[in-house]
């Protein structure tokens, strides 16, 4: 049994550069999909970049989650309208689709645009996901409603919809393409390096982002009341014969997901909110109580035990209202930060990494204050 990602046991390219004698205008902490998304930006803009990643590239959530590119944000979109505004609902999914399409050029084959199916366990959970239909629908967003589901499905679940222009994605992989998109264009990426806060502080640069998603309250400790790592753990299985989940699936909320592989093989993760306690850190490991529940949840899929070959832990940043931080760290002016995607970071951090990068070179994107850090006190200060 293997504890390494399954995305990141696969050969995948290499692309570190090192850093050169000369000065960088801009210095990027992490090297996932953010970082990297905002190097490709900044150095297409001109602008002298680099990258720190304490790992490998893709190391850290990039390469650690269940594969799903989905559009919009971690609240269903009727929740965001009530959150941001019908227009600020709608610019934030318009902009995650626009991600995607942007995603779709860059990732090669490590990016399947085969849509995704969200699903009811109960009737209250399809009640709730009609109203998120009906108000996608009304804003003109394509969705496709199901009253009847196939079976295995139709024995675990009631009802649901499809997003039909999502994702499934070979996370690891996708992140490495986009960072050799960066590289290509003149970014510099130096891997197993970490910097701490002392270290930011201290770097001879006019600019520096944050990217660091899960860790962004240990660098940004501005934010650290607001945005908490939080674990999210997954298996693979061996190749299976039949194939019935070609999307990726999510239900009970986000709580459970999964997708099968071009070749057969399960992905799946989530119930994470049965032992929240716990699940609520940065510490990289698995734990048995789900794993256990993992493993029952997929046989439920499959009708029998299924093979395991892969099981593995990552943390992503949760913020309090579930909504992105990305703009300048509050109170200062050479610092930005970007991350707090709260379990939907692979669409998210390409989008909010161009975003800052925008911004940086002068660009500003409206969409940009819909995640403002700013709000960081406010949500501090309110009653829980």
Not at 70 to 95: N, T, V
Request: aromatic letters at 8%; hydrophobic letters at 45%; proline letters at 6%.
């Amino acid at each position: 049994m293997k504890t390494i990602p399954y995305w990141l046991d696969q050969p995948l390219p290499g692309v570190v550069t090192g850093a050169s004698p000369r000065p960088a205008d801009v210095v990027i902490v992490g090297g996932g999909v953010t970082g990297c998304s905002c190097a490709l930006t900044l150095a297409r803009g001109g602008l002298r970049v680099r990258v720190f990643e304490a790992r490998e590239v893709a190391g850290g959530a990039s390469g650690r989650n269940g594969g799903f590119a989905l559009r919009g944000l971690c609240p269903g979109y009727d929740e965001a309208r009530a959150l941001l505004g019908r227009e600020g609902a709608r610019a934030a999914w318009e902009l995650t689709e626009r991600a995607l399409d942007g995603m779709s050029a860059l990732a090669g084959d490590a990016l399947r645009r085969v849509g995704s199916v969200r699903l009811a366990v109960d009737d209250s959970e399809r009640a709730g996901l009609r109203v998120e239909y009906e108000a996608l629908r009304e804003d003109g967003f394509a969705a496709e409603w199901l009253d009847h589901l196939p079976d295995p499905l139709s024995r675990l679940f009631v009802g649901g919809f499809v997003h039909p222009a999502d994702g499934a994605l070979s996370p690891a992989l996708w992140v490495r393409r986009l960072a050799a998109h960066a590289a290509a264009a003149g970014a510099e990426i130096v891997a197993h390096t970490a910097v701490d806060r002392s270290v930011i502080d201290a770097f001879d640069v006019e600019t520096v982002v944050i990217a660091v998603d899960g860790m962004t309250d240990a660098l940004a400790h501005e934010l650290g009341a607001v945005v908490m790592p939080t674990r999210g753990q997954v298996l693979a299985t061996e190749p299976l014969p039949e194939l019935l989940y070609p999307r990726p699936h999510y239900a009970r909320g986000g709580y459970d997901y999964w997708q099968q592989l071009p070749d057969g093989r399960l992905i799946l993760g989530g119930r994470r909110d049965t032992d929240r306690g716990r699940e609520q850190t940065s510490v990289e490991v698995t734990t048995a109580f789900i794993q256990d529940q993992l493993d029952d949840f997929a046989s439920q899929l499959f009708g029998r035990s299924l093979p395991v070959t892969h099981r593995w832990a990552g943390f992503w940043g949760q913020t309090l209202d579930l909504l992105p931080l990305a703009g300048r760290l509050p109170g200062s002016e050479r610092i930005w930060v970007a991350g707090g995607y709260s379990g939907h970071g692979n669409v998210l951090g390409f989008a909010c990494g161009e975003l800052v990068a925008r911004a940086i070179l002068g660009e500003p994107a409206p969409e940009l204050e819909l995640f403002d850090p700013a709000r960081a006190q406010a949500l501090e200060s309110r009653p829980t």
